[in-house]
Nanobody, 120 residues
Framework: QVQLVESGGGLVQAGGSLRLSCAASGSIFSSTAMGWYRQAPGKQRELVATITSGGSTYYADAVKGRFTISRDNAKNLVYLQMNSLKSADTAVYYC??????????????WGQGTQVTVSS
């Protein structure tokens, strides 16, 4: 069982910055790929960024150059630094543990989400 708790969301003006954090429970964190996703009202949940256990990263085109995903394996934390925020970035942001190995196979785990609102 993996538990994920996001924090750091809030209200920010366009052009501003926020840093989201995701705290993960369990000893599997360092070997697990992690991701940030977001869901805006009326839209499907979409991938924002991922980071492998080795630190390789991937970004959606919409956030490339503005957002940075990172991880601290010693603290079981994954971060999303968001700069130059736009109103289009307004969404609930979710942390995801990707493909965690369990006795029933690989499973994904989600956090509860944190709201990010960008005012124009």
């Amino acid at each position: 069982q993996v538990q994920l708790v996001e924090s750091g969301g809030g209200l920010v003006q366009a052009g501003g910055s926020l840093r989201l954090s995701c705290a993960a429970s369990g000893s599997i964190f360092s070997s697990t790929a992690m991701g940030w996703y977001r869901q805006a009202p009326g839209k499907q949940r979409e991938l924002v960024a991922t980071i492998t256990s080795g630190g390789s990263t991937y970004y959606a085109d919409a956030v490339k150059g503005r957002f940075t995903i990172s991880r601290d394996n010693a603290k079981n934390l994954v971060y999303l630094q968001m700069n130059s925020l736009k109103s289009a970035d307004t969404a609930v942001y979710y942390c995801k543990a990707i493909g965690v190995v369990t006795i029933v196979g690989r499973l994904d785990y989600w956090g509860q989400g944190t709201q990010v609102t960008v005012s124009s």
